[in-house]
C-alpha cells in the first residue's frame, strides 16, 4: 500500500529536511494532562472521530438520531463499517489515519481480521510517556497549542492552552443558558450581571485570570453578522437573564457584540485571537469573507485565522495580503484538501509575505498518532510547493529550507511567543 506521495527530487529533499526540524503544533483538542488522556480507552468507532465520521456520514453510514457527525458515535460494528471504508480510504482524512496505522501498528490497511488487534494495541500503547514519544521523538514537536482545557504554566510545558470563547460547551466561555453564565459569574467572583455591559466587564476580568494561568490565545469563529449591534445582542442576552437557555442560531449578535470585546482586551492582554473560518455543515455561516469588518475594526489585535476558510480559500488569502494584523494557519487544512492547500499556497507565495504563515496544526481530539500522518501529509504539500518554486528557477534551495522552516516553526513560535 502506497502512502507516501512521489515527489519531485527537489520536493523530496526538502521533505527529508522537513523531517528533522522543530516544529510548531498550532492547534489540537487532545487534554493537556496526560495522564487524563491515558485514562481513555478507544473503542473502534474511535479512531475515526470526528473527521473521517463527516466522510462516512456523507457516504450514506448512519449515525444515531442521524445528528450531524461532528457529535456523532461511529459505530463499533466492522459489518456496518466496511462498506463505506470502502469508499473513504482513499480521501485525505483517510490518508492520514493508514500512515498512523502502518506507521505504529504495522497495519497495510483495515480488515475484518485485523481491526480487533489494532484497537488493542492501541490502548496498550496509551501508558505514561506516550506525549513524549508522539510529539517529541515521532514528530519532533517542540510545542503544541490545545483547544478547550487547563491551562499548564506556559514556560515549561510540552502542551499550551488556548480557550475556546465562542462555543456551546458547558465548560466554555459563552452565556448560552442561566448555568453556564451563573458559572462565568461565579468563576470571576462578581456578584451578578444584568444586562450587556456588566457581562463585558466580567468577560474582561475573565480573560486577565486566563492569561495569568497561561492562556496562549482566545479561539473565536467567523460569525455572519458584519457589523456588532448592541441592541440585539441586549435582546439576545435577556433570554439568558430571564432563565432560559440561547439557542445557537439565535445567538449571533450576542456572539458578534462580545467577540469585538474579546479582540479589544486580547489586543491589551497581548494575546492572539484564533478565528475558526470555513469548513463544517453549513460553511456559509463560517465564511472567512464575514471576518473583513472584525479584523478592520481590530488593528491591534492579533488575528490567527484558522483551515484556510476551506472552501474560500482565496478570500481568506486576500485577507491575510491586505491586513497587517490577519496571518494565516493552515491547522486541519492538510487533511481537509490537501490538493488545494497545495494549489492555493502556489498562489499565496506570490501574495503574501513570508512571515505571516503557520504550517501545521494537527486539529485531533482522539488517538493522537494521527497527528503524525497529517504532519507527514503537510510536510508532502509545502514541500511540493516550494520544491516547485526551486525547479522553476525562481528561489534556491537554502532559500527554499529557509521558507519551510519559518512556516514550521519560527512565525508560529514568534506569533505565539513561545
Ligand atoms: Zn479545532
Not at 70 to 84: G, R, T, V
Not at 134 to 155: A, M, S, T, V, Y
Request: aromatic share 12%.
Amino acid at each position: 500500500m502506497k502512502l507516501r506521495q512521489v515527489l519531485t527530487k527537489s520536493a523530496e529533499k526538502l521533505f527529508e529536511i522537513s523531517q528533522t526540524i522543530s516544529i510548531i503544533d498550532t492547534h489540537e483538542h487532545i487534554p493537556i494532562s496526560e495522564k487524563a488522556y491515558n485514562e481513555r480507552t478507544l473503542k473502534f468507532g474511535d479512531l475515526f472521530h470526528p473527521y473521517l465520521g463527516n466522510d462516512l456520514f456523507s457516504a450514506g453510514m448512519s449515525f444515531p438520531q442521524g445528528r450531524y457527525p461532528k457529535y456523532y458515535c461511529i459505530s463499533d460494528d466492522w459489518d456496518q463499517f466496511e462498506p463505506y471504508w470502502k469508499v473513504v480510504k482513499f480521501g485525505s482524512y483517510a490518508r492520514a489515519i493508514r500512515i498512523a496505522l502502518q506507521e505504529f501498528y504495522g497495519a497495510e490497511d483495515l480488515t475484518r481480521e485485523n481491526y480487533e488487534e489494532i484497537v488493542k494495541r492501541i490502548n496498550q500503547n496509551n501508558t505514561s510517556g506516550i506525549y513524549r514519544r508522539i510529539f517529541q521523538d515521532k514528530c519532533h514537536i517542540e510545542k503544541c497549542i490545545c483547544c478547550g482545557n487547563d491551562l499548564p504554566d506556559r514556560n515549561d510545558s510540552l502542551l499550551l492552552g488556548n480557550i475556546d470563547t465562542l462555543s456551546m460547551q458547558a465548560d466554555q466561555f459563552m452565556p448560552f443558558s442561566p448555568d453556564q453564565l451563573k458559572r462565568i459569574v461565579e468563576e470571576v467572583g462578581a456578584q451578578d450581571v444584568r444586562n450587556l455591559d456588566e457581562f463585558v466587564e466580567v468577560s474582561d476580568r475573565w480573560m486577565e485570570l486566563q492569561v495569568e494561568k497561561g492562556a496562549m490565545e482566545f479561539k473565536c469563529k467567523a460569525i455572519p453578522v458584519e457589523i456588532p449591534n448592541k441592541a440585539k445582542a441586549e435582546e439576545e442576552l435577556k433570554v439568558v437573564l430571564r432563565g432560559e437557555p440561547l439557542p445557537y442560531h439565535m445567538s449571533y449578535h450576542l456572539m458578534a457584540y462580545l467577540r469585538e470585546a474579546y479582540a479589544r482586551k486580547a489586543a491589551e492582554l497581548n494575546v492572539p485571537i484564533a478565528l475558526h473560518a470555513g469548513i463544517w455543515w453549513d460553511y456559509r455561516t463560517l465564511s472567512a469573507n464575514d471576518l473583513i469588518g472584525f479584523i478592520r475594526r481590530n488593528p491591534a489585535t492579533r488575528m490567527d485565522i484558522y483551515h484556510l476558510g476551506i472552501p474560500e480559500v482565496r478570500n481568506t488569502i486576500q485577507i491575510v495580503k491586505n491586513f497587517p494584523n490577519a496571518y494565516l494557519n493552515l491547522c486541519w487544512a492538510h487533511i481537509v484538501a490537501p490538493e488545494m492547500v497545495v494549489n492555493t499556497l502556489k498562489e499565496a507565495l506570490d501574495m503574501i509575505p513570508l512571515n505571516k504563515i503557520f504550517a501545521f496544526g494537527g486539529d485531533y481530539i482522539l488517538f493522537i498518532e494521527k497527528i503524525y500522518g497529517h504532519l507527514l501529509m503537510a510536510r508532502e504539500n509545502i514541500s511540493l510547493v516550494l520544491g516547485e518554486r526551486v525547479d522553476g528557477g525562481l528561489m534556491d534551495m537554502c532559500e527554499a529550507e529557509r521558507i519551510l522552516m519559518s512556516w514550521f516553526y519560527e512565525n508560529p513560535k514568534k506569533f505565539y511567543q513561545i
